[in-house]
């Protein structure tokens, strides 16, 4: 990989996760401004998640096929943007949710084919991942600070706006996205199915949604109930940043950690202290030193979970088949674990009230936890 695909690539992460990071902490809040009843809410945060169940095994199977992973990246891109636009045309519940929709279906598109792109680029070079990928972990934090202040001063309505500047920022980097060559595999000629169902990868799949179902009423219904306990705007964004500081620190050590610890370990720390950081959401929310210290956990639970995450899929996942791969996991885990427990959130967030949504939160990665410990072996 030259230093310039390097940059393009990291400002392609940084946008890409700005927009997670504007939208993830704050939509939900402009949602509520509008009105909205917690089902809606749960409903419209949850598109960014469903799209990504069926989207990148779409273009995921395309890219494959194609081999041109940069040019539908470009064009997902685009659409997305001029998708995205539409929140300025209407703010009913429908028109909304046809807007988001669309914009998620594009959107989702992208990330799983970039991966897939950089770990090609990098070749034997994969542990170089994290150092790329941070600065998807700096945009989050930039944006999030950077809202969440705008926010507090001129009002939740100039949201929409914020977002599509970030939203247009993907365009422009996904433009400069190298095409990156395919490499061959002794496995290439090996079935999908042959790697699917191997115990260790069912596994593996399986304890990643059961994280995301975790994750599902934090990237839903975590800054409602920071407000609802009387913080700022400001308040929550730096709460967030604090996750993501924690997060880039991870990714840059994560070379070391790998050497230190390995892979599975890694993956099998992260759901660990992830029972531990939600049911501390779940009864601590109004100390702000315990929600600061459930925030820093963001660095296992997310940062080297997903980092070692994704060099497994890419381990399992070889040749020809690593753009299906990192899509099926987008899907697995984002898409099916964040939908459901979105959807879940919303419907069940008046009956059961916060610390027991958060608490089923802190099972659900027991369970993925457990099936990791029992199964994912290689």
Known sequence: MTAQQARVLGGFYFFYFAFVGAFSPYWGLYLQSLHFSAWQIGVLMSLTQVMRIFAPNVWGWVADRS?????????????????????????????LFVALAIMSFFWSASLPLVEATTLSLLGSQAGRYSRIRVWGSVGFVVATVVIGHLLERFGVAYLPSSVMLLVVGIAVYAWFIPEAPVAK?????????????????????????????????????????????????????????????????????????????????????GLLLAVLRFLMIAWLAQSTLAMALAQILHATTFGTHHAASIALIHRFFQGKHQARGQALYISASFGLGGTLGGLATGALWTLLGAPWIFTLAALSAAIGLWLAQRWLRF
């Open 67 to 95: 081999g041109k992973r940069a040019a539908i990246v470009r064009l997902a891109a685009l659409i997305s943007a001029a998708s995205f636009a539409g929140v300025f045309a209407g703010q009913s519940f429908a028109w």
């Open 185 to 269: 595999h002794a496995v290439d000629g090996g079935s999908l199915w042959d790697i699917l169902r191997q115990p260790a990868v069912v596994a593996l799949f399986l304890s990643c949604f059961f994280m995301a179902l975790t994750h599902g009423p934090y990237y839903t219904f975590y800054s409602i109930n920071l407000a609802e306990h009387g913080y700022s705007e400001s308040a929550i964004g730096y709460l967030w940043s604090i996750g993501v500081l924690a997060e880039i620190g991870a990714f840059l050590l994560m070379p070391r950690l790998v050497d230190w610890l390995g892979l599975r370990r890694l993956f099998l720390l």
